[in-house]
């Protein structure tokens, strides 16, 4: 997704676009993939000095619930690694565990629950990521 495509949805569901919102949109628009918290934190201060951690923490929580950015926890130990969404409609991830390559998965186990699976639970967040090796490690191993 484009980052004014994001700054449009971010204010159609009435969200400010804050300075650190700004801030960490454009600097996840001129990344090529994905980046942690702390390596994007590096990078934001480097024009926001006084930008402080937690901020950029909280709007990454923020805006990777509402599904404007992606999120994955890439190594399965929760140091979630975030970029711009790579498709508009809500995904998943297949993400490689020997390199870190990360794929769009078009895909979402909630669509398979009905509502009496579901039953009295609203506001549900799906959490679904699928680990494995990918091509070109399988390549290296051979
Ligand atoms: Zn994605
Ligand atoms: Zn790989
Ligand atoms: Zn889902």
């Given at each position: 997704?484009?980052?004014?495509?994001?700054?449009?949805?971010?204010?159609?569901?009435?969200l400010k676009l804050t300075k650190p919102r700004q801030a960490i949109l454009n600097a996840l628009a001129?990344?090529?993939?994905?980046?942690?918290?702390?390596?994007?934190?590096?990078?934001?201060?480097?024009?926001?000095?006084?930008?402080?951690?937690?901020?950029?923490?909280?709007?990454?929580?923020?805006?990777?619930?509402?599904?404007?950015?992606?999120?994955?926890?890439?190594?399965?130990?929760?140091?979630?690694?975030?970029?711009?969404?790579?498709?508009?409609?809500?995904?998943?991830?297949?993400?490689?565990?020997?390199?870190?390559?990360?794929?769009?998965?078009?895909?979402?186990?909630?669509?398979?629950?009905?509502?009496?699976?579901?039953?009295?639970?609203?506001?549900?967040?799906?959490?679904?990521?699928?680990?494995?090796?990918?091509?070109?490690c399988q390549a290296k191993n051979e």
């Open positions: 997704m484009e980052k004014s495509q994001l700054e449009n949805e971010l204010t159609r569901r009435g001129s990344e090529t993939g994905w980046i942690t918290a702390s390596d994007l934190y590096d990078r934001l201060l480097i024009d926001h000095p006084r930008m402080d951690f937690s901020t950029v923490c909280r709007n990454l929580d923020t805006l990777s619930g509402l599904g404007l950015l992606c999120r994955v926890d890439r190594d399965n130990k929760g140091a979630f690694a975030y970029c711009l969404p790579e498709m508009h409609a809500h995904h998943h991830h297949l993400i490689c565990r020997i390199c870190g390559k990360v794929n769009p998965l078009d895909f979402c186990p909630l669509q398979q629950l009905s509502n009496s699976q579901t039953g009295e639970f609203k506001d549900l967040e799906c959490r679904f990521e699928v680990y494995g090796i990918c091509k070109d």
